[in-house]
Nanobody, 123 residues
Framework: VQLQASGGGLVQAGGSLRLSCAGSGRTFSATTMGWFRRAPGKEREFVAAINLSGTSTYYGDSVKGRFTISRDNAKNTVYLQMNSLKPEDTAVYYC?????????????????WGQGTQVTVSS
């Protein structure tokens, strides 16, 4: 499974960005998909997840109400719409997927990771 994240960039506080993650290598709709982020000097943080059909989502507390995860299985792509961005959202954002055997709601763990896309929010 290969995941390719894109869409990061530099944005002012209060602005928006939409990240995309294109998947390949297996039936994309087979599992939950997630987004994580890592800020400099901090631990990796869970951001959002979406179930395989796209009917259920959940979010980390720090992004609830501002970020929206969605997926288009026909395009093998998962999205993260980020609104009302804050400087503390600055991080490298990663998309991830579990193996089918470790999938669940939530998954036991994530096994496939994209290369990350940098999001920088200026104050």
């Amino acid at each position: 499974v290969q995941l390719q994240a894109s869409g990061g960039g530099l944005v002012q506080a209060g602005g928006s960005l939409r990240l995309s993650c294109a998947g390949s290598g297996r039936t994309f709709s087979a599992t939950t998909m997630g987004w994580f982020r890592r800020a400099p000097g901090k631990e990796r943080e869970f951001v959002a997840a979406i179930n395989l059909s796209g009917t259920s989502t959940y979010y980390g507390d720090s992004v609830k109400g501002r970020f929206t995860i969605s997926r288009d299985n026909a395009k093998n792509t998962v999205y993260l719409q980020m609104n009302s961005l804050k400087p503390e959202d600055t991080a490298v954002y990663y998309c991830a997927a579990p193996t089918v055997s470790r999938d669940g709601w939530p998954p036991i763990g994530y096994d496939y990771w994209g290369q990350g896309t940098q999001v920088t929010v200026s104050s």
